[in-house]
T-cell receptor, first 113, second 114 residues
Framework: AQSVTQLGSHVSVSEGALVLLRCNYS??????LFWYVQYPNQGLQLLLK??????LVKGINGFEAEFKKSETSFHLTKPSAHMSDAAEYFC???????????FGGGTRVLVKP | GAGVSQSPSNKVTEKGKDVELRCDPI?????LYWYRQSLGQGLEFLIY????????KSGLPSDRFSAERTGGSVSTLTIQRTQQEDSAVYLC????????????FGPGTRLTVT
């Protein structure tokens, strides 16, 4: 069975500061990893995904994540937080294309001016 | 051309009543997923359709929950004899095919059981 752990249910950052959201996974097969963002009263939007190839993945809105197999991690970063980054972020894992997503518990990001 | 749509956006029902939630996937998307988002359980997978077939129903929490998909398009999630623990946001997602990793999510239906 697959599982995803996100450290920290809430993160507060100052505008312009680094955003770092942690995600660790367990998977019996090579994982496919995702980060989604959810704005209030909206559905989930894909930020970025790792399937194969380069382990540093760049996504939308200046976010990137690095797949580290040895650490079973897929942490999400953004060098400089913007007020519009305030949202909830979910890390997810899948076994294959077309497979269901297994989500972490989510991390709510608050950006302080 | 539009994204995934879901209706109703909000549903309040009395305990014991049946409810139907609808999902319209992106046109041409053959795969469709239902997830549930609740405070206590987070985001959970419910069921997956490929075309009109459901090869993975492993997330349906009880036999009160059922879903169908017709014409390879619209899907309906039905909850019979609703309970308060069914209160959640029900999210639908669709993707292009088994070869696609990207699932596109709808805005969800917020279900409140009183």
């Amino acid at each position: 069975a697959q599982s995803v752990t996100q450290l920290g249910s809430h993160v507060s950052v100052s505008e312009g500061a680094l955003v770092l959201l942690r995600c660790n996974y367990s998977s019996s097969v090579p994982p496919y990893l995702f980060w989604y963002v959810q704005y209030p009263n909206q559905g989930l939007q894909l930020l970025l995904k790792y399937t194969t190839g380069a382990t540093l993945v760049k996504g939308i809105n200046g976010f990137e994540a690095e797949f580290k197999k040895s650490e079973t991690s897929f942490h999400l970063t953004k060098p400089s937080a913007h007020m519009s980054d305030a949202a909830e972020y979910f890390c997810a894992v899948s076994k294959a294309a077309g497979n269901k997503l297994t989500f972490g518990g989510g991390t709510r990001v608050l950006v302080k001016p | 051309g539009a994204g995934v749509s879901q209706s109703p956006s909000n549903k309040v029902t009395e305990k014991g009543k049946d409810v139907e939630l609808r999902c319209d996937p992106i046109s041409g998307h053959t795969a469709l997923y239902w997830y549930r988002q609740s405070l206590g359980q987070g985001l959970e997978f419910l069921i997956y359709f490929q075309g009109n077939s459901a090869p993975d129903k492993s997330g349906l929490p009880s036999d009160r929950f059922s879903a169908e998909r017709t014409g390879g398009s619209v899907s309906t999630l039905t909850i019979q004899r609703t309970q308060q623990e069914d209160s959640a946001v029900y999210l639908c997602a669709s993707s292009l095919a088994d070869l696609s990793f990207e699932q596109y999510f709808g805005p969800g239906t917020r279900l409140t059981v009183t």
